[in-house]
């Protein structure tokens, strides 16, 4: 299984772009990249998902490099209630052929106003 | 579409107590997994279902810790008998066709 390593937290302000990569050296083929987003007392919840180039949706791009042993999520102009934990994971199809899911420790952003 | 549910909210216990926590995942997800969280930890993972059958258990403590998800729809996971270190938030998550997860808001557990 890949492990992921990222930055234990950062700062930013209000409307700033927000980028926090993550690398995944051991990523295999099969493997994809996925990233979630926890408040306080709350479960993780879904933010983007991707396997290589580019991906954008409504909240956050992510940027995957050829190589695949990293990713960049991208959160463009944050607010206050952006403030959380984000965790990069990485899907692995396991034998049964559903995957396996191995949150690290996350990043813990801080907007400050 | 209704969300993971998930009960009790929280729950204190002594150590030695059993306890069990129920999870109701999203309709027609095959997929169920229960992960621990350690406060100022990642969730991790215990147990994963595939229907009723477990695909993963290497990290559940089957000497305290057992889960069974029957009839492939709700699970319940079960300690006995609690240690302090089980103190954590237990989270039941399901998975859609392209592999989202998607979380309860977990149960809170205090072993006193």
Same mark, same amino acid.
């Given at each position: 299984l890949a492990k992921t390593t990222q930055p234990i937290s950062m700062d930013s302000y209000e409307g700033q772009e927000v980028n926090i990569t993550c690398s995944h050296?051991?990523?295999?083929?099969n493997d994809y990249i996925t990233w979630y987003q926890q408040f306080p007392s709350q479960g993780p919840r879904f933010i983007i998902q991707g396997y290589k180039t580019k991906v954008t949706n409504e909240v956050a791009s992510l940027f995957i490099p050829a190589d695949r042993k990293s990713s960049t999520l991208s959160l463009p102009r944050v607010s206050l209630s952006d403030t959380a934990v984000y965790y990069c994971l990485v899907g692995t199809l396991s034998g049964s052929g559903t995957y396996k899911y191995i949150f690290g420790t996350g990043t813990r952003l801080k907007v400050l106003a | 579409e209704a969300g993971v549910a998930q009960s009790p909210r929280y729950k204190i216990i002594e150590k030695r107590q059993s306890v069990a926590f129920w999870c109701n995942p999203i309709s027609g997800h095959a997929t169920l997994y229960w992960y621990q969280q350690i406060l100022g930890q990642g969730p991790k993972l215990l147990i994963q279902f595939q229907n009723n059958g477990v695909? +993963? +258990?290497?990290?559940?403590?089957k000497d305290r810790f057992s889960a069974e998800r029957l009839k492939g729809v709700d699970s319940t996971l079960k300690i006995q008998p609690a240690k302090l270190e089980d103190s954590a938030v237990y989270l039941c998550a399901s998975s859609d066709q392209n592999e989202k997860l998607f979380f309860g808001s977990g149960t809170q557990l205090s072993v006193l």
């Open positions: 050296n051991n990523i295999a083929t | 695909v +993963d +258990d290497s990290q559940l403590p």
